[in-house]
Nanobody, 124 residues
Framework: QLQLVESGGGLVQPGGSLRLSCTTSQFTLDYYTIGWFRQAPGKEREGVSSISHNGDSVVYADTVKGRFTISRDNAKNTSYLQMNRLKAEDKAVYYC?????????????????WGQGIQVTVSS
């Protein structure tokens, strides 16, 4: 079973940047679409961004378009979410997830494997 681990979260001031990483040590991520999701307190989980298995196709939520960049390095079994110009409303627990068969998308349907999540806090 694919196990994903997120890293890179923390506290940042509004306007700042963070880079989240999602990796696995057990299997190759080459065949998986990777999605990034987030869940703020009292809100439903929402899709943030997704990238195809070879990186050729990406999708972003409107709320992060132009500020966040998703990427992957299959040689390192890692996906990244570069988050710039962070806002208070970006505060959430961020999750990465793997979909073994689907195209990039922001619905959690099809993502069979999930990391445990990492906290991102944006505050002055």
């Amino acid at each position: 079973q694919l196990q994903l681990v997120e890293s890179g979260g923390g506290l940042v001031q509004p306007g700042g940047s963070l880079r989240l990483s999602c990796t696995t040590s057990q299997f190759t991520l080459d065949y998986y679409t990777i999605g990034w999701f987030r869940q703020a307190p009292g809100k439903e989980r929402e899709g943030v961004s997704s990238i195809s298995h070879n990186g050729d196709s990406v999708v972003y939520a409107d709320t992060v378009k132009g500020r966040f960049t998703i990427s992957r390095d299959n040689a390192k079994n890692t996906s990244y979410l570069q988050m710039n110009r962070l806002k208070a409303e970006d505060k959430a627990v961020y999750y990465c997830a793997g979909d073994p068969v689907g195209d990039p998308g922001l619905s959690s349907r099809g993502y069979d494997y999930w990391g445990q999540g990492i906290q991102v806090t944006v505050s002055s």
